[in-house]
């Protein structure tokens, strides 16, 4: 072959190689692009979820937190009906503690029939220590009615609030009141 038969020679497959490695660059390129679009597209899709994700996560703890204050709101006004009922306790057990006081009050003053025996001063002081007794009685039958109340709808508001927080609906709290009232 001739000098300028070898030069050309070279010359094309100098060409051809240039050719096959500018092919090859430029698959690659083509295929570092789609790949990288793939992975943002890929990065987007979970940065979305994340977000969704965190503001679903932010509504259940509000709906949680209502719920919880509604729970607390509710016990309140249990509470405020609790204590009404009370002190309408209370004045009819002051009205029966004076009833009780005037018995006894009147206790050794009551005529005496022939046949019966006088009363006198240990009637009337055992008609008075039975009314104090009576009163004492009253008065701690109502301090206990009032705390088992209080407690009745303090753990009737924690069950609620744990039946919101852990999912469950319906909530025993008011089941559980609706059994109290049966009682």
Not at 29 to 58: C, S
Request: proline residues 1%; charged residues 25%; aromatic residues 4%.
């Amino acid at each position: 072959m001739s000098r300028v038969a070898q030069v050309r020679l070279v010359i094309v497959l100098g060409l051809s190689a240039t050719a096959l490695y500018g092919a090859y660059r430029h698959g690659v390129t083509v295929t570092h692009a789609a790949r990288n679009a793939q992975w943002a597209q890929a990065v987007a899709a979970q940065q979305f979820e994340q977000v969704r994700a965190v503001q679903a996560a932010r509504d259940d703890e509000q709906r949680f937190q209502r719920e919880a204050n509604q729970v607390g709101i509710d016990a309140r006004k249990e509470n405020a009906a609790a204590n009404a009922d009370a002190v309408g306790l209370d004045a009819s057990g002051d009205r029966l503690h004076i009833e009780a006081s005037k018995f006894s009050a009147n206790a050794g003053t009551c005529a005496s029939t022939a046949g019966a025996a006088d009363r006198g001063p240990s009637a009337a002081r055992a008609a008075l220590v039975l009314s104090q007794l009576l009163e004492r009685a009253d008065a701690r039958a109502g301090d206990l009615a009032k705390a088992y109340d209080r407690a009745r709808i303090a753990g009737e508001a924690c069950e609620h609030a744990y039946d919101v927080i852990s999912g469950q609906r319906g909530g025993r709290a008011h089941d559980g009141a609706a059994a109290h009232a049966d009682e």
